[in-house]
Nanobody, 126 residues
Framework: QVQLVESGGGLVQAGGSLRLSCAAS????????MGWFRQAPGKEREFVAA????????VYDDSVKGRFTISRDNAKNTVYLQMNNLKPEDTAVYYC???????????????????WGQGTQVTVSS
């Protein structure tokens, strides 16, 4: 069992920055990949970014590439999403998720992830 708790969401103006955190507990954090997803009102949940167990491999959706950075601190059992140059279209509930499959390359499909956090709201005003 893995528990995930996101934090760091809020209201920010376009062009601003936020850093989301996701604290994990319950299993050896350093053994599994992590991802961030988001869901805007009326839309399906979508992939944002992911990284493998040691952070050596990362993958991003094209919509956030160059603006968002995913990272992890295995000593703190925490994964981060640094979001810069935010746009109104980034407004969504952001979820972190854990992939316990042992895949070397981080995965982008929702069904590949085993555990999810409760989400944190990010609102970007224009």
């Amino acid at each position: 069992q893995v528990q995930l708790v996101e934090s760091g969401g809020g209201l920010v103006q376009a062009g601003g920055s936020l850093r989301l955190s996701c604290a994990a507990s319950g299993r050896t954090f350093s053994r599994y990949a992590m991802g961030w997803f988001r869901q805007a009102p009326g839309k399906e949940r979508e992939f944002v970014a992911a990284l493998n167990w040691n952070g050596g491999k990362t993958v991003y959706d094209d919509s956030v590439k160059g603006r968002f950075t995913i990272s992890r601190d295995n000593a703190k059992n925490t994964v981060y999403l640094q979001m810069n140059n935010l746009k109104p279209e980034d407004t969504a509930v952001y979820y972190c998720a854990a992939d316990l499959s042992g895949s070397w390359f981080p995965r982008t499909i929702i069904n590949d992830y085993d555990y999810w956090g409760q989400g944190t709201q990010v609102t970007v005003s224009s």
